[in-house]
């Protein structure tokens, strides 16, 4: 070869001739032209690289004809099929990325790392079916980056039964009993949205969190637009119904039989319906609930809950103290209940797939309360004093309740991390019998702080804060004081056993830490008092019983992680010597 020419480069040209290994006066070959080629294309400032060669006087002359690409003046990212709200990627970031390039001559190799860096933030905030195609360059110096995002053209549900197959042994489609909207409502992800791994996730998380599905997964099926993709959410449902039995013997009611009903997907529209009844000798008690975590076609995620009931306890503001009082007969006081109620509540947020901070409750009750001796007689009165407001021994209780929670906690049921707070309002309307008139007040709330104070065990160690307290102002029947001490309150002592008041603060500390596997350990202190207001409640329930008003507990206890949650046992120790072994189920805040 007599003479080499390069032709088409202008500035360029000195950057052929540094990476082609073919010079004049030397032999070559085909493979080390196309070697030459494959490198000035590699350089990415031309478009097109050819080698023509030609004979003269001297000898072969071979001329690499190169087409330069035309100067960068921008970028655009233009998503595939083209949306009314146009794509995901945010358009600062193009400028970002390209912006150092303009005005230079375009370089294909700069280009592709450009658009590693775009594919690379797709899959880094979740857009993990995004791909950028190939990119198409105008003479005028305009690059647009078509970008298949991942459409979604629609959201379809598929029941799969318990092998995890779409179709049964005859080739039908496995049908399910949760209607299709009840699924669907629960995604985010809709048509003509981007796929996003992460919302998808949180998607999967909500449905199976409601608790009628034993799996909950997500695939794909090909949309008639193939730029486009069918978002399959499969489910398999479960059981979601039992009942349950039993019967026993008990000193109120005597021979009894009871029997429960619960069901999670009631018509297949995820609500809850349960009953327990238990008939006796004496008595026949009752609690039938209703519930419906979301209204069909409120936007704002409202529940509601609504029940009815018929109850018999031992009240706690009469048990209890240093003092036992009972009826000439032996016999203590017991509150019987009955009466229905029903409450909404919502989370205050725009957001429904959003976690909110804040949520608020109203609810409507009735109640007709009936102090009884263990017999089932009314008693009105017990040592001359007043045992309801009414001064018969029955009452009738007409309340509207009021909540509002913020709960910034990262886990509701074993929170490591962050707070909740609660507060309640109940007013009562002076109807009935008693012509019962109080506002009662109840604040709650607990921090918890990560710590480290030991490193025996991995695993995380939570400092657990609970403050709380309540007054009821205006009429007050003696049944409705709060009571004091005991497994959810002072541990230490028995239940009710610290004070029976109008009002009560109550402060409790926690270390919480692993032991090993599903163990876990809590050391604890409690303390309240009544504020000095036992004497003010009809009666002075706690001061006749010699309970002293205030008194703290400390000790430890262990947690065992189950399918129910916590189950907790305390052993705690009293200010007056005295201990108890409190069992729990969850955390006691």
């Known amino acids: 070869m007599a003479e080499l020419v390069v032709s088409g480069a202008g500035e360029l040209e000195n950057r052929v001739y540094e990476v082609i290994r073919t010079q004049p006066g030397r032999t070559t070959t085909r493979s080390q032209l196309q070697e030459d080629v494959n490198a000035i294309a590699a350089t990415g400032f031309f478009n097109n690289v050819e080698v023509i060669p ?18 960068l003046r921008r970028v655009v990212v233009q998503p595939l099929p083209a949306t009314p709200q146009g794509g995901v990627f945010p358009p600062d970031l193009v400028e970002e990325i390209f912006s150092p390039q303009y005005g230079s001559i375009l370089n294909t190799r700069q280009l592709q790392a450009g658009v590693g860096r775009i594919n690379q933030w797709y899959r880094d905030n979740g857009y993990t079916l995004a791909q950028v195609i190939q990119p198409q360059i105008g003479q005028d110096g305009t690059v647009t980056l078509n970008v298949a995002e991942g459409v979604i053209e629609d959201v379809q549900v598929r ?128 609690d039938v609930q209703f519930s419906d975590p979301w209204i069909a076609g409120d936007p704002y995620r409202t529940a509601y809950n609504v029940n009815a009931f018929r109850s018999r306890s031992v009240s706690l503001i009469f048990d209890g103290g240093t003092n036992p009082i009972t009826f000439g007969n032996g016999e203590i006081p017991r509150i019987l209940r009955y009466g229905a109620g029903v409450t909404f509540t919502r989370p205050l947020s725009d957001n429904v797939f959003a976690r909110a901070e804040w949520s608020a409750s109203l609810g409507f009750q009735y109640q007709n309360v009936t102090v009884q001796d263990d017999g089932g007689r009314t008693r009105a009165r017990q040592r001359g004093n007043p045992l309801s407001a009414s001064g018969s021994g029955v009452d009738d209780l007409f309340s509207i309740q009021f909540g509002l929670a913020r709960d910034t906690r990262d886990n509701p049921l074993v929170p490591t991390s962050g707070s909740v707070f609660r507060l309640g309002i109940d007013q009562t309307v002076p109807i009935g019998s008693g012509s019962v008139f109080f506002n009662r007040l109840r604040a709650n709330y607990s921090y918890y702080m990560p710590v480290r104070f030991t490193n025996f065990t991995e695993g995380p160690q939570v400092l657990a804060l609970n403050l709380q307290g309540g007054t009821v102002l205006g009429d007050l029947p003696p049944y409705e004081a709060f009571a004091t001490g005991g497994t959810n309150s002072v541990r230490g002592y028995n239940e009710g056993e610290v004070g029976s008041s109008r009002s009560y603060a109550l402060a409790s500390l926690e270390y919480r830490f692993p032991v090993f596997s599903i163990i876990g350990g809590a050391l604890f202190v409690d303390a309240a008092s009544d504020l000095g207001t036992g004497r003010s409640v009809p009666g002075d329930p706690a001061g006749l019983r010699g309970k002293p008003g205030s008194g703290f507990g400390y000790g430890a206890g262990i947690r065992i992680q189950s399918p129910v949650g916590a189950i907790r046992i305390d052993y705690g120790v009293n200010d007056r010597g005295d201990n108890r072994i409190h069992f729990g189920i969850g955390e006691r805040f």
């Open 54 to 71: 030609a004979d003269t006087p001297l000898g072969v002359r071979l001329t690499f004809v190169v087409n330069l690409n035309p100067v």
């Open 159 to 286: 029941f799969l039964n318990a092998d995890n197959e779409a179709t049964n042994e005859d080739g039908t489609p496995v049908t399910g009993r949760t209607r299709e909207f009840i699924i669907t409502r629960e995604v985010e992800l809709k048509a003509g949205d981007v796929f996003n791994r992460r919302t998808a996730e949180a998607d999967l998380q909500r449905i199976f969190g409601l608790g009628i599905f034993n799996d909950v997964r997500a695939s794909f099926s090909p949309g008639q637009d193939p730029r486009r993709v069918i978002l399959v959410l499969e489910v398999v449902e479960r059981n979601t119904g039992t009942i349950t039995a039993g019967g026993g013997f008990s000193s109120s009611s005597g021979l009894f039989a009871s029997v429960g009903y619960q069901e999670q997907n009631l018509g297949g529209n995820n609500q809850r319906i349960g009953a327990e009844v238990q008939v006796g000798q004496r008595e026949l008690l009752f």
